[in-house]
């Protein structure tokens, strides 16, 4: 099986996107880590967060074939926030030392909570045009773990990391999951005690969304047919919280789609970014535009086969 760390892709990646490190707080200590590809004279563009287990690298593919399209892609990794407020006014500095004043989001797991709470708390002066939300939830009660979110910061890196283990795929998988299984184990060995207790502790404690205050915002819902660590009633709390939100199924793909099952990630991504085209929140350059199209028919074609389909 073809290591993910070691394949052409990952490695022409690693050899031609910057990983650029930016503090925006007071404290120095909380350092953002972030890929931007593609045209800077883009300033709308899409900006992907991970899981708890993952880092910025993880999107690597969705940097590289979004780029490659036109499209500007921010990929980032949190500073450890220990608060969900804290988080927010962290990223909206970010985004005003970027100079962008919206966004659209990806955000995958925590990062789809984080997405809808920044875009709820910033809903009086937007900063966030749509949302891409991959085995996301609302509400962090679905882990049954309000109880211990206080307590995590003091647990050891290697308990933290049995938790968060504990949530990824078991049993047989395909090749191309396994690799992303693999990859992700590999991300999250790369994380600190303080990092990951962080991250755990604004993944459970007790919040949830309010879809009123984003009802505004264009959503596309990214999830799976097959295992992931989302239960089947969060995945259908969240159609029932975003009624028009455009859905895309994969009938398989677990917990990291966006690994394993990039081509038909990457174009659910750019149908939900093509009704943008054209208007000043496009994350595309405009002589880009009939290039892309063509390549998300031929695309198209390609995945049908394995893509459960599209719904709005």
């Not at 099986?1 to 490190?21: A, C, G, H, Q």
């Not at 307590?151 to 690799?179: E, Y």
């Amino acid at each position: 099986m073809e290591e993910i760390r070691v394949s052409p892709d990952y490695n022409w990646f690693r050899s031609t996107v910057p990983l650029k490190r930016i503090i925006v707080d007071d404290d120095d200590s909380k350092v953002w880590s972030l890929y931007d590809a593609g045209p800077k004279s883009i300033r709308c563009p899409i900006i992907f967060l991970p899981p708890v287990s993952g880092t910025a690298e993880v999107f690597f593919q969705q940097v590289l074939a979004l780029s490659g399209w036109g499209y500007r892609v921010i990929s980032l990794q949190y500073p450890v926030y220990w608060d969900l407020l804290e988080f927010c006014d962290g990223f909206r500095k970010l985004l005003d030392h970027l100079q962008l004043d919206k966004v659209h989001l990806f955000g995958a797991s925590l990062g789809g909570f984080l997405a809808q709470k920044f875009a709820e708390v910033t809903h009086k002066s937007p900063r966030v045009h749509s949302l891409i939300l991959c085995n996301s939830f609302s509400d962090t009660s679905i882990f049954n773990q309000t109880w211990t979110a206080n307590s995590f910061w003091l647990m050891p890196a290697f308990m933290l990391k049995k938790i968060v283990l504990g949530n990824f795929t078991k049993g047989p998988v395909d090749p191309k999951m396994a690799d992303a299984i693999d990859f992700m184990v590999d991300r999250l060995e790369s994380l600190n005690q303080s990092e990951l207790a962080s991250r755990l502790t604004l993944n459970c404690q007790n919040s949830y969304v309010e879809p009123h205050k984003i009802k505004d915002v264009a959503v596309t819902i990214i999830d799976v047919f097959d295992q992931s660590a989302l239960s089947h009633e969060a995945k259908e709390e969240m159609y029932k919280l975003y009624p028009k939100a455009r859905r895309a199924h994969l009938k398989t793909g677990g917990n990291f789609p966006y690994l394993c099952r990039s081509a038909e990630v990457n174009l659910y991504i750019q149908i939900h970014l093509r009704q943008f085209h054209g208007t000043r929140y496009a994350a595309i350059s405009p002589e880009m535009v009939s290039a892309e199209e063509l390549e998300v028919q031929k695309t198209n074609l390609k995945v049908d086969v394995n893509a459960a389909g599209l719904k709005e």
